[in-house]
């Protein structure tokens, strides 16, 4: 073996062993898994590893946020984890949210390489102390369920709630379609949460397919509206939310919406729905989030004329 494919070897073991281990791994990790110094400093020199705590590696092409948080001393966890692991998110933080040891100590600011205080007393990073160790060992990310544990207890209900959704989403038409959070793994997360967070969690619908059928959802019931999700109509199609037995309310501007052809196929289902009796209305994902008070106005003067019932 040449000097240099010697050197590349050497880099690519070094870089492996951080990515095998979740992307982050100590110095002591490198060297029971048989990468000597030398290697180590080669491959820090190569930029094939990156040091960003003392005795601590990481892969560098993982994503930035992940080596922020193992630069503060644990991993990458809540609403910051949320959107590497597939979840979608109401609002992005303004903090980093990391998971640290409850006994960590010298932490330091994820853009920073001085240290920091410890508990009680961390500025910058949203701070989230584990029962357990959030050592590097264990990754540079918290579990799906971890993750939505967390947001559970830590941000307001709708907030949780469009995360919790888009892990349990279920596409009728699309039975190829893998949940992220399977009915069985729900269930087994109610029974980790704490009876406050768990009759937040219960609310969860697995039907919902963006942010915006989530807070409508959400706005109507706490409205005292009643609805269902996701309800098949004439004509194979399916209404986002239904109130009573014929008020289709669609929420428009996300997932299916935005899809080639989704503009023409939401005018056709509209016209057939009404053609057939159905009232029907459509509004953005900008007016659920942003004008609620109209999109609820709307809703009652039409309930008001009864038009969500059929005679």
Same mark, same amino acid.
């Given at each position: ?20 281990? @979740? @992307?982050?791994?100590?110095?002591? $990790? ?46 990458? =966890? ?20 990391? $998971? ?64 919790? =959704? ?6 009728? !038409? ?14 087994? /997360? /109610? ?21 915006? $059928? ?39 501007? $996300? ?17 057939? /729905? ?17 004008? !609620? ?19």
């Amino acid at each position: 073996m040449t000097v240099g494919a010697r050197h590349a070897h050497d880099m690519y073991t070094a870089r492996n062993v951080a990515s095998q281990r @979740g @992307g982050v791994c100590t110095y002591a $990790e490198l060297l029971a898994d048989g990468v000597t110094r030398k290697d180590i400093a080669v491959a820090l020199d190569r930029r094939e590893l990156e040091r960003v705590r003392k005795g601590v590696y990481v892969d560098p092409r993982i994503p930035d946020q992940l080596k922020r948080a193992v630069r503060v001393g644990g991993r990458l =966890d809540c609403v910051s984890a949320a959107p590497l692991l597939g979840l979608r998110v109401l609002e992005a933080p303004r903090a980093l949210h990391v $998971e640290v040891d409850r006994h960590a100590s010298l932490l330091r600011p994820p853009d920073e390489k001085h240290s920091m205080p410890g508990r009680g007393a961390v500025p910058g990073p949203r701070v989230h102390w584990s029962g357990g160790s959030a050592a590097a060992t264990r990754g540079a990310i918290v579990s799906l369920e971890d993750c939505l544990v967390q947001m559970l207890g830590c941000l307001p209900s709708i907030d949780a709630l469009c995360a919790l =959704d888009s892990a349990r989403e279920r596409v009728a !038409w699309r039975p190829e379609r893998t949940q992220l959070l399977d009915d069985t793994a729900f269930e087994q /997360l /109610l029974e980790r949460l704490p009876a406050t967070t768990r009759a937040i969690a219960v609310r969860s619908d697995a039907g919902s397919q963006s942010i915006a $059928e989530t807070v409508a959802r959400e706005g109507l019931r706490a409205a005292g509206i009643q609805v269902r999700t996701q309800v098949p109509l004439p004509g194979g199609f399916f209404a986002d939310l239904l109130i009573g037995d014929r008020f289709v309310f669609e929420a428009d501007g $996300e997932g299916p919406h935005t899809a080639p052809g989704a503009f023409d196929r939401d005018r056709a289902r509209a016209g057939w /729905l009404k053609a057939i009796g159905y009232t029907y209305v459509s509004f953005s994902h900008s007016q659920i989030l942003h004008e !609620w008070d109209m999109v609820l106005d709307v809703v009652r003067m039409l309930m008001r004329r009864g038009l969500h019932e059929w005679g």
